[in-house]
């Protein structure tokens, strides 16, 4: 009886590791799937990992401006780094949150001064530089250090195909 209750609890134990190893597996895959791959987007190269911040460790990624993600509901943040056309680097930001309501709310924070309207998601803005935009419960943020017509274009570009991918 003793060694029945011992390879019972060994299989649940194995069962349960290999269940949590699954469930971590799925969840990077999914992390690393909201973001376009290198030559996905003509002339983007995605030259690093994405990166995970849980909403507990925000304020390590986003210095003194976290707990307006938290109080929107932020689950957790994804970021990526990209460069475009070998010579422009920017970084692409993907906030989940709990409802899409969250999502409106931190994009309706966003000044309008100096933006125009674009078309992706639910409601878009493209700045000299950047782009936001929110969809369902995500709101991306893509900011390049640079502001060329051509970088402008290409930023929209970026973002629609991470709209695409956001589920």
């Known amino acids: 009886m003793k060694d029945s209750c011992n390879s019972l609890m060994l299989s649940i134990t194995i069962l349960a590791t ?9 969840s990077s895959t999914n992390a690393a799937s909201s973001f376009p791959e290198s030559n996905e ?13 849980p909403a507990d460790r925000l304020s390590e990624y986003i210095d003194g401006d976290a707990e307006k993600y938290i109080q929107a509901g932020v689950q957790r943040t994804l970021t990526a780094d990209y460069r475009f056309a ?14 899409a309501d969250g999502a409106a709310k931190v994009f309706k924070s966003q ?15 493209l700045y000299p530089g950047s782009l936001i935009f929110c969809k369902g419960p995500y709101f991306v943020r893509i900011i390049a250090f640079d502001s060329t017509p051509e970088v402008q274009q290409a930023l929209v570009t970026l973002g629609r195909a991470i709209a695409a991918k956001l589920n």
Not at 41 to 53: C, H, L, M, S, Y
């Open 86 to 99: 070998g010579k422009v680097d920017a970084v692409a930001d993907v906030f989940i949150m709990k409802t």
């Open 18 to 26: 290999s269940l949590t190893l699954s469930c971590a597996s799925q």
């Open 111 to 125: 000044s309008v001064t100096g933006s125009a309207p674009a078309k992706i998601g639910d409601a878009a803005r």
């Open 41 to 53: 987007v003509q002339d983007w190269a995605k030259p690093g990992e994405t990166r995970i911040f």
